[in-house]
């Protein structure tokens, strides 16, 4: 069974700060996934594709990298509207399984 | 500009079942295929399949083999999902999301509550 395990599952950053979040793929998936952020109540929302491609009108402080089964996505000078969940996604291949997401919270 | 609406929130009893809709706008509907996720209260997000919007051809995550059915009406541009037999654990909000490789635009979720 294919699995995305994120980590960590939670993280308490102050405004300003550098955080990078982890997702690793159970098989090598090349470069096919994207990071998704959800804030409660809202539908989540495309912040990169293909790993480390931004999505149209994503701050440039967003950056995804990695390969094969390894990922992460970095967010430099953490601004308040950042708290929200962040979760990793498969694509291109089905299933496109999701990781169990990280929650961001601010200090 | 490029929007998913979905149907309404909804209350039903274990045993019953319900459909519910997901109306594409905006852009040639056949152009991307259609996938649903569940999300249960307080937890992630769980992919449930996909339907080709193209040949009408559904793909079911492992988990929603069973009791769930994805289908189109292409004319209306509308996909819906359909959940037979509902159980308590079917609690949750159901997203739609157009999706070509990854899913840019999403629907705003149905909250669906099975209760006795």
């Known amino acids: 069974n294919f699995v995305m395990t994120q980590s960590p599952k939670s993280m308490s950053i102050s405004v300003g700060d550098r955080v990078t979040m982890n997702c690793k793929a159970s098989?090598?998936?090349?470069?096919?996934i994207a990071w998704y952020q959800q804030k409660p109540g809202q539908s989540p929302k495309l912040l990169i594709y293909y790993a480390s491609n931004r999505y149209t009108g994503v701050p440039d402080r967003f950056t995804g990298g990695g390969y094969g089964t390894d990922f992460t996505l970095t967010i430099n000078s953490v601004q308040a509207e950042d708290a929200a969940f962040y979760y990793c996604?498969?694509?291109?291949?089905?299933?496109?399984?999701f990781g169990a997401g990280t929650k961001l919270e601010l200090k | 500009q490029i929007q998913l609406v979905q149907s309404g929130p909804e209350l039903k009893k274990p045993g019953e079942s319900l459909k519910i809709s997901c109306k594409a706008s905006g852009y040639t509907f056949t152009d991307y295929a259609v996938q649903w996720v569940k999300q249960a209260p307080g937890k992630g997000l769980q992919y449930m399949g996909w339907i080709n919007t193209q040949t009408g051809k559904p793909t079911y995550a492992d988990d929603f083999k069973e009791r769930f059915v994805f289908s189109l009406e292409t004319s209306a541009s509308t996909a819906y999902l359909q959940i037979n037999n509902l159980k308590n654990e079917d609690t949750a909000t159901y997203f739609c999301?157009?999706?070509?490789?990854?899913?840019?635009?999403w629907g705003q979720g149905v909250m669906v509550t099975v209760s006795s």
């Open positions: 098989q090598n998936v090349g470069n096919n």
């Open positions: 999301a157009r999706h070509r490789r990854v899913s840019d635009y």
């Open positions: 996604q498969r694509i291109y291949n089905s299933p496109y399984t």
